[in-house]
C-alpha cells in the first residue's frame, strides 16, 4: 500500500477563481481525500478556505502547486495559527476549549504543547487565552 500523508492547508482564493471548481478539479486529479475544515466565501470578497488533503505526498505537493498555479495563495496552517511561547503563561485556559486537543498540557513540565498537526483553525482559543497568546492571521 502506498504511504499516505495528511496536510493541512489554508486556500486564499481571489474573487475571480469563486465560480470554479477549483477544490473538486484538484482532489480528482490529484487522487486526494478531503475535509474542509473552515470556509469563508463571498461574492465580493476573497475566499478562505482551510483543507485537509490526505493521500500521497507526491500528490498533496503536486496538488498545492498546481492550485497555486490558478492564482490560488496556499500555505502550511501552521503559518496562520500562532502561539507566541514569550505571551503564553501555560494557565491552561485554551487546552479545556480546544475541541481538537491540539493544545495540551505536557505531564511532565506542565506547559501548554500546540500540536499544529491536530488544530482545525478554529479559532476558539484565541478569545479565551488570558494572555492572548494564541492568534489566527486569516
Excluded: Y
Amino acid at each position: 500500500m502506498a504511504e499516505k500523508a495528511e496536510t493541512r492547508v489554508v486556500l486564499h482564493f481571489p474573487k475571480a477563481l469563486l465560480d470554479k471548481p477549483l477544490t473538486s478539479t484538484v482532489v480528482r486529479r490529484f487522487n486526494l481525500d478531503f475535509n474542509i475544515l473552515r470556509a469563508d466565501v463571498g461574492r465580493d470578497q476573497e475566499g478562505l478556505m482551510v483543507l485537509g488533503l490526505v493521500g500521497a505526498p507526491e500528490s498533496i505537493e503536486g496538488a498545492i502547486e498546481w492550485m497555486r498555479e490558478q492564482g490560488v495563495r496556499a500555505q502550511p496552517l501552521e503559518q496562520d495559527v500562532l502561539r507566541d511561547r514569550d505571551r503564553c503563561t501555560d494557565c491552561g485556559a485554551c487546552i479545556v476549549i480546544c475541541p481538537t486537543d491540539a493544545l495540551v498540557i505536557d505531564p511532565q513540565t506542565g506547559e501548554v504543547i500546540f500540536n499544529a498537526d491536530e488544530c482545525v483553525a478554529c479559532g476558539i482559543c484565541v478569545p479565551v487565552c488570558p494572555p492572548r497568546a494564541m492568534s489566527i492571521k486569516f
